[in-house]
């Protein structure tokens, strides 16, 4: 879990794109005295490339800044979940030309995953 998830902010860092917030659902959770698996999100973006996104699709906003669900199972799999360009297009109306602004999403879980 902590590897995958400092896979995601390495490569954030990399690629130059800000990591807004880490949260730490799980721990939020104990601290209220319960339990749940390791689940952390990562909010991210990049707002040269958010913004010409949020001008041409203002309800793209309720889906930005990007987000990974980093999340650990009983048996300690890690799984990683996202929304996917294609289907913040849909949901959005977006042009494809626009959708290059947020296809990093998916490589950046591809490598993590690795």
Same mark, same amino acid.
């Given at each position: 879990?902590?590897?995958?998830?400092?896979?995601?902010? $390495?490569?954030?860092?990399?690629?130059?794109?800000?990591?807004?917030?880490?949260?730490?659902?799980?721990? +939020?959770?104990?601290?209220?005295?319960?339990?749940?698996?390791? $689940?952390?999100?990562?909010?991210?973006?990049?707002?040269?490339?958010? $913004?010409?996104?949020?001008?041409?699709?203002?309800?793209?906003?309720?889906?930005?800044?990007?987000?990974?669900?980093?999340?650990?199972? +009983?048996?300690?799999?890690?799984?990683?979940? @996202?929304?996917?360009?294609? @289907?913040?297009? +849909?949901?959005?109306?977006?042009?494809?030309?626009?959708?290059?602004?947020?296809?990093?999403?998916?490589?950046?879980?591809?490598?993590?995953? +690795?």
């Amino acid at each position: 879990m902590d590897e995958t998830v400092d896979k995601l902010k $390495t490569s954030l860092r990399e690629k130059g794109i800000s990591l807004f917030a880490l949260v730490d659902h799980s721990g +939020e959770a104990t601290k209220v005295g319960m339990k749940m698996p390791n $689940t952390k999100l990562l909010i991210f973006g990049n707002p040269k490339g958010g $913004t010409p996104l949020m001008l041409a699709a203002p309800s793209i906003a309720l889906d930005l800044p990007l987000k990974i669900l980093v999340a650990e199972d +009983e048996t300690g799999k890690v799984s990683l979940s @996202y929304n996917s360009p294609a @289907y913040l297009r +849909e949901r959005h109306g977006l042009s494809s030309d626009l959708v290059q602004n947020i296809a990093i999403v998916e490589a950046l879980v591809t490598k993590a995953a +690795e």
